[in-house]
């Protein structure tokens, strides 16, 4: 893992180039508890800060994004140590921002909000869910605990890794920290999907299930970490059956990562071809009718596209190859046989002869430089094969 502050300047060039450049985004989004212990800050700053410069050392061809709301404690903590590293901010908010403003509990943690927004590449207001049932249990849930369970599911719908500044206990609060944990790996909130639509994740292995946990306390009562769980241990927690929790980045995300990060260094090295020769499915004119967002999933689809066609043409090509060189071998391995085993083989020693003759010929004719000798070589070469005796 690559640690310091050299580690950070390194990667701050390479972060804004890829920020220009199109790299396939490898998106994060943080869940956490506001009331975070003072004492613990610092040591979570610094596993966080790991965290971003391990995924920047293994994936250096993905731009990476973060998710954060900007609510005090954990969000506001993670997006100043990504800020810091160069990593994209992109804030979405369950509420208009007067309202959301109401439930900080320090000018100064407002304040600290204002900053880290106004440094992001992009903010927005999820859709107002007012009146609308997310679950069967959201009917008593108040229209504030709708808004946050909404952006819960949001965050957790949209990052490819869900960073949790968690104590390990589970809870039902409405977009509280557990709360987003378990739909991120369960894809569901309690009551909101029927068993088929659960069953159908029985069918695929379920890739979007990672967390990063660092463990943290809360500075409430009985606000130590969960059973068997120790304040700032850190680890990789998936639903994995055998090894949920793991210190090192299970395989399977591992070579999801590194296979979008191959496909993102192809997008961005043929980046001008692709824009010349791309087949988009939108049509220009529809670009200001449709919701933000699409024209990028065109574009990434055109990219697809087009390098897709590039490698059936590389592949067809090989093959095309391959054939060609089977035939030549296997035409030379018939000749060969039927060299060796023919009595009258000598007559081939001397077509083979002859045709060195005349290719030599040929040569000094066309280029002026064969030696005499050479010719003269295979002149006798050609004789004694005709004669049946060796050369003088």
């Not at 946050?148 to 509280?176: E, M």
């Not at 824009?275 to 699409?294: A, M, N, S, T």
């Not at 090989?318 to 071998?329: D, E, G, P, Y």
Request: hydrophobic share 40%; proline share 5%; charged share 25%.
């Amino acid at each position: 893992m690559v640690e310091g502050k050299d580690a950070e300047q390194a990667s701050s060039g390479t972060r804004q180039d890829l920020h220009h450049s199109g790299a396939l985004p490898l998106v994060v989004a943080v869940t956490g508890h506001r009331d975070l212990v003072a004492s613990e800050t610092a040591e979570i700053r610094q596993k966080v800060r790991e965290f971003f410069l391990e995924l920047i050392e293994r994936f250096p061809s993905r731009r990476l994004r973060l998710l954060s709301s900007l609510a005090e404690g954990a969000d506001q903590l993670v997006a100043e140590v990504a800020l810091g590293l160069d990593v994209e901010l992109v804030v979405p908010l369950p509420m208009e921002e007067d309202d959301y403003l109401q439930d900080f509990s320090a000018a100064t943690d407002i304040d600290k909000y204002k900053a880290l927004k106004s440094r992001a590449s992009d903010t927005y207001i999820l859709q107002n869910l007012s009146g609308q049932s997310i679950s069967p249990e959201s009917s008593s849930w108040s229209e504030r605990e709708r808004a946050y369970a909404q952006l819960g599911i949001f965050l957790a719908a949209h990052c490819h890794i869900l960073l949790a500044l968690w104590d390990g206990k589970h809870s039902d609060k409405p977009g509280g920290t557990g709360h987003v944990i378990r739909f991120h790996h369960d894809d569901i909130l309690p009551g909101s999907a029927s068993r088929m639509n659960t069953a159908q994740q029985i069918l695929v292995d379920d890739e979007s299930d990672l967390i990063y946990h660092i463990v943290c306390s809360r500075s409430r009562p009985d606000g130590r970490p969960g059973q068997n769980l120790a304040a700032l241990d850190s680890f990789w927690f998936t639903k994995d059956e055998r090894e949920p929790r793991s210190a090192t980045l299970p395989s399977q995300h591992q070579n999801i990562f590194q296979r979008s990060g191959e496909f993102s260094s192809d997008a961005m090295r043929f980046a001008a071809e692709i824009e010349l020769e791309r087949y988009p499915l939108l049509d220009p004119d529809w670009k200001d009718q449709l919701p933000p967002g699409i024209e990028v999933i065109d574009r990434w689809h055109s990219a697809a596209d087009w390098l897709a066609i590039r490698y059936q043409k590389l592949m067809l090509t090989t093959f095309r190859l391959i054939h060609v060189f089977a035939f030549a071998m296997g035409m030379m391995f018939i000749l060969y046989t039927d060299f060796a085993t023919r009595p009258d083989s000598s007559r081939y020693s001397c077509w083979l002869s002859f045709l060195q003759v005349r290719f030599s010929t040929t040569a000094r004719s066309e280029a002026g430089t064969e030696s005499t000798s050479t010719i003269e070589r295979s002149q006798k070469a050609y004789a004694s094969s005709s004669t049946g005796q060796p050369p003088a």
